[in-house]
């Protein structure tokens, strides 16, 4: 099933109020997080547009009917292309984060580490999950991903930290289920997304065996208190009806006060041995991600300052022309690392298609380190108008009007109304909340630099690379690149082949490779 925009409101006005703004308590209906859910409502249209349908949805392996993208698990390098381009492009209708890419990185993680805790420690996770994964299919639901929890002292383990609350952790398990308390944080849609799916932050050790916990519940569910924090493009002033500023987002910290979690929506328990493989694999997933949504940041930028060069009349200069193919180049760059990610990735034992965890954080990293440039490129081609627009009303009262019409034209081939339209959207990208909001996801959001530092220490083959200078200064008179040589994309002609078959009966769905 597909929802409509109304079906998803419908659910989420008639949760339990559990939502905290500004020192008060505010239903889901709350103009402040009405940028967040206009950003989830354009995920939902687009699944219903016919030219969208094909890289929105897909058929539900439990019973063949159409499904969103935004819950289908990859089966192989094509699912994983699909599920980038469709994080590309439609985050960039939003301003650069659809904000459901969180729900679906969750559950692949899921999906893959019962499987493996299964194989290994004989629990009964996979089917579990399977379970919730059909009930979260079958009704198109909008989730989140809560696995960064608040952590406390940085420098200690989560059965060290003075506050246990620092993470979120087991309190006691029932017949009905686990209890659970402690705090998560940075929690985009919380506030409006129908379901909350846990999972740990990091890697565990014996001691920290209770704060192996993964499981999901619904965000209004008793004992849960989301103190949210909204930003909107236009400020959060909902008179602002243009296109950009209808966007935002909300980020919340989540408290778990001693919750009943049903024992089928519990999908870790006490497992620390897979605390780090499960907190890897949303990570890396998410870095996939992000080689989708961070593209479409570069094209925003892009066009934006494409369009304050043309109002500024500087279109043809040479810097200008160099800084739009700096975007083009990041951009390209960190979207051809998932496509990489994707060719070079790895079936698992749970049948889901995982991405090259090498691909997904160096495309990650680059995003990453460079977004402050980007925003500066935008800042250089625009002026400091950005940071001085007058408000939109003194651009219609009767005393300023007539000056600002003269003053906001530049370029003598755009209107009034056009000129200043470009420079709001300007100001928008450039200079309002979202902007910080935007530098910052994307220097942390999916893990800080440090973890991919960390991650590509043991992905990278270092060592090799030294061998090959040892080799080139001529130290040593042979080195050996078979594992190179070796290296191929994982789906050889399989994909090719399933692809030219086209549909499967009558349907739009492709085959799953068989490599
Ligand atoms: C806009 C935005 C949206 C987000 N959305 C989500 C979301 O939807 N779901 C979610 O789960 N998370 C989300 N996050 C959280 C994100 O994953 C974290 O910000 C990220 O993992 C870094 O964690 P932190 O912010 O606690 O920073 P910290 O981990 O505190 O990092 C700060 C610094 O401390 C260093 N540091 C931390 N621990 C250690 C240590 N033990 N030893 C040495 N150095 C250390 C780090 O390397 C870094 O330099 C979001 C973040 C942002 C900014």
């Given at each position: ?5 109304e ?54 392996p ?26 590309r492009?439609a985050a ?9 890419c969180?729900?679906?990185d ?6 893959i ?8 420690m004989?629990s009964r ?5 399977l ?10 639901i ?6 960064t ?10 059965s060290e ?34 379901e ?13 065996r ?14 849960i ?8 493009f ?19 910290v989540?408290?778990f ?6 024992w ?10 897979f605390g ?7 990570a ?17 930028l892009c ?9 500024n009349?500087?279109?043809g ?9 700096e ?30 965890m ?30 001085t ?18 003053f906001?034209?530049?370029n ?18 450039g ?23 960390i991650t590509?220490?043991?992905e ?18 042979e ?10 994309p994982?789906?050889?002609h ?6 030219r ?15």
């Open positions: 099933m597909i929802r409509t925009r079906d998803y409101h419908e659910a989420l006005f008639s949760m339990r109020g559990n939502v905290y703004i500004g020192g008060e308590k505010v239903g889901r209906d709350d103009p402040r997080l009405r940028p967040g859910i206009n950003v989830i409502d354009v995920s939902y249209e687009l699944a219903r547009k016919p030219l969208w349908r094909d890289l929105s949805t897909q058929r539900s439990f019973d063949g009917k159409e499904i969103s993208r935004w819950s289908y698990l990859p089966r192989n390098p094509y699912d994983l292309m699909q599920k980038q381009k469709l994080i492009l960039r209708r939003v301003g650069g984060c659809i904000q459901r969180m729900g679906l969750a559950l692949i993680a899921l999906a580490c019962t499987k493996e805790m299964d194989l290994t004989g996770y996979h089917e579990r999950f379970r919730y994964l059909s009930y979260y299919q079958s009704r198109d909008d989730g989140c991903c809560a696995q929890d608040s952590k406390g002292d940085r420098m200690k383990r989560p930290q003075p506050n246990p609350d620092s993470y979120v952790h087991l309190v006691e398990q029932t017949k009905e289920g686990i209890v659970v308390s402690g705090m998560k944080m940075s929690i985009t849609q919380a506030a409006y997304a129908d909350l799916i846990v999972l740990p932050t990091r890697a565990l050790r014996e001691d920290d209770d704060f192996a916990v993964a499981f999901a519940v619904p965000t209004d569910t008793e004992g208190r989301l103190i949210t924090r909204p930003f909107a236009g400020g959060g002033d909902c008179r602002n009806t243009d296109s950009l500023s209808r966007f935002g987002v909300a980020d919340s989540v408290i006060d001693n919750v009943l979690v049903p089928d929506r519990v999908f870790m328990c006490g497992e620390w041995e780090r493989r499960l907190a890897l694999l949303f890396a997933s998410h870095r996939h991600s992000y080689c989708g949504c961070k593209p479409a940041v570069s094209d925003i066009g934006a300052a494409g369009l304050a060069a043309e109002a009349n500087i279109e200069e040479e810097h200008v022309r160099h800084r739009l193919s975007f083009a180049g990041i951009a390209e760059l960190a979207y051809s690392a998932g496509i990489a990610s994707a060719l070079f990735g790895e079936a698992t034992s749970a049948g889901v298609f995982f991405p090259s090498k691909y997904v954080n160096v495309g990650r990293r680059l995003a990453g380190s460079i977004i402050y440039q980007e925003f500066n490129m935008l800042t250089e081609i625009a002026g400091g108008i950005a940071a627009l007058p408000f939109s009303e003194d651009f219609t009262a009767e005393d300023t009007r007539a000056d600002l019409e003269k906001i034209v530049r003598g081939e755009l209107t009034a109304d056009t000129s200043l339209k470009i420079w709001r959207l300007i100001e928008y990208i200079a309002s909340p979202m902007t910080a909001w935007h530098e910052i996801a994307g220097v942390h959001g999916g893990g800080s630099p440090i973890m991919e530092t590509l220490s043991r990278y083959d270092y060592d090799s690379r030294k061998r090959l200078a040892r080799y080139l200064a001529g130290i040593d008179e080195y050996d690149d078979s594992d190179d040589l070796w290296s191929e994982t789906f050889g399989s994909l090719i082949e399933d692809t078959c086209g549909s499967v009966n009558g349907s739009r769905t492709r085959v799953a490779a068989r490599s």
